[in-house]
Every structure is written in structure tokens, then in C-alpha cells.
């Protein structure tokens, strides 16, 4: 009867010591599961929030090439000046036929190429040279689109002019009218893109046209964050790097600009 209990007994104490070596284990178990499950944790939520920002991206992106004109329209009404940045001939040819019309008194070509004179731009627009005697403006300083906010500022304030009408390609306009209100926030604006170059429409079965579109939607976003936090485009630090340090003296003494 002894030897019976003791070998009744034997497996109990064994199936209770491994219970309790099971348990054991199980209960210094958690920390690393619980690791594991946090970093799922965050890379799931690192996931999320990449599609979640990839979507708001895109949506962006639509908004901003559905917002493009694809074709130009007369101003709805006159100003004091027009406004045009280099970068095509048709944005100057554009809005030389502005100023025959009557649309403003005096014209700015912003960002001429220090090589290229009056008379290379004049033969650009044969039909037009009696303008460029009377009522057009070089302005050779202006390097990127900044350096136009800049220099148009001089342009107006010099002038007194309280309107403008600013020419450039359709796919810059958003970017150069954030500039403007960033350096003029009370001058009237009234945008003329010229649409003649790129159908934004296009951007979906062209490349090339999607790429431009593109790069310059990351610039328009660039541009916008980097005008909330800047008061004054004339002391940015962005401008100065984009230029390749420090502007020039002759970039950025504020003395009549156009010869």
C-alpha cells in the first residue's frame, strides 16, 4: 500500500513541478511580447500615417493641376502695371500685346539675363518696339522667382502703383502670386497665366509634362510653409542659399533698376 502512494505520488510531484516551470516561464514571457507588440504597433501606425499622407498628397496634387488654366483670358479688368517674368518669350510677347491694348501704363520684365539687351528683347516683339521707348522696364537683378517678389516691390513702391497684372506660365502662377503676396500682402494682383507651353491636363499620359508639374507643386508647397514662417523676402535665408550665398551688392542695393 506504501509503495503504491509513493508511486501515485512520484507523477503528481512531477506534473506539479512542471506546472510550476511552465508558469514560470510563461510569466517572465511578457517583456519581449510586449516589444513586439509595440513595435507592430508602430509600424503599423507608421504605415497608416505614410498612405494616409501619400493620399493627402495626391489629393493635393490633383487640386493643384485642376486648378491651372489652360487657357489665357483677358484680364477682367486694368492696372497701374503689368508684371512679367522671364522664363519664355511668349510670357514677354504676352504681355507686351497687354500694354498695346491699354491693360497698364508701364511694363517690368523681371529676371532679364544680364547678356540679353533692350534692343534683342525689342526685336523679339517687332511690332510692338515704339513701347519699349516709352513704357518698358529691364529689371536684371532677379534671379529666381523670390528675387521677381523683390524687385517688383521696388518696382511699384517706386511708381506708386496700386495694381498689377503678373504674366508668367500657368504652372507658375500659384508659386508666383504666394511670392507676391509675401512681399506686396496690400497690391492688387490679377494673374494672366499663359497657358501656351503646358496642358496641365496632359499630366496623366505625358511625362514630361507630369514631371514639370510636379517638381513645381513641391516648390509651391516649399514656397508656401517657408512664407508663414519669413517676414520679409528681402532678408530670407532661403534666398540667400538658392542664390549661392549672400546676394551681390549690385543684386540688392535698392536703386533704379532699369536701363
Known sequence: MTARTQSWATPNALDATEAVGWGWTMSGSPKPQARRSWARRMLGLGFWSF???????????????????????????????????????????????????????????????????????????????????????????????IGNAIETRRWTEANGFDAIIVVTSNYHMPRTLVELDHALPNLQKIAYPVAATIDPHDWWHNPAVARVIFTEYLKFLAVWVRTRFEDDPERSSVAHIISGGAPSKRQMIAEPLWR
Open 51 to 145: 498612405s494616409l499622407a501619400l493620399v493627402v498628397g495626391f489629393l493635393g496634387f490633383l487640386g493643384f493641376v485642376y486648378s491651372l488654366n489652360r487657357f489665357e483670358r483677358a484680364p477682367e479688368t486694368r492696372a497701374d502695371g503689368i508684371v512679367a517674368l522671364t522664363g519664355g518669350a511668349q510670357r514677354i510677347g504676352e504681355a507686351i500685346d497687354l500694354l498695346a491694348q491699354g491693360y497698364a501704363k508701364r511694363l517690368l520684365i523681371s529676371g532679364v539675363n544680364e547678356k540679353t539687351s533692350r534692343e534683342q528683347i525689342s526685336n523679339l516683339n517687332p511690332g510692338q518696339r515704339r513701347l519699349f521707348d516709352c513704357c518698358v522696364d529691364l529689371d536684371y537683378r532677379a534671379r529666381n522667382t
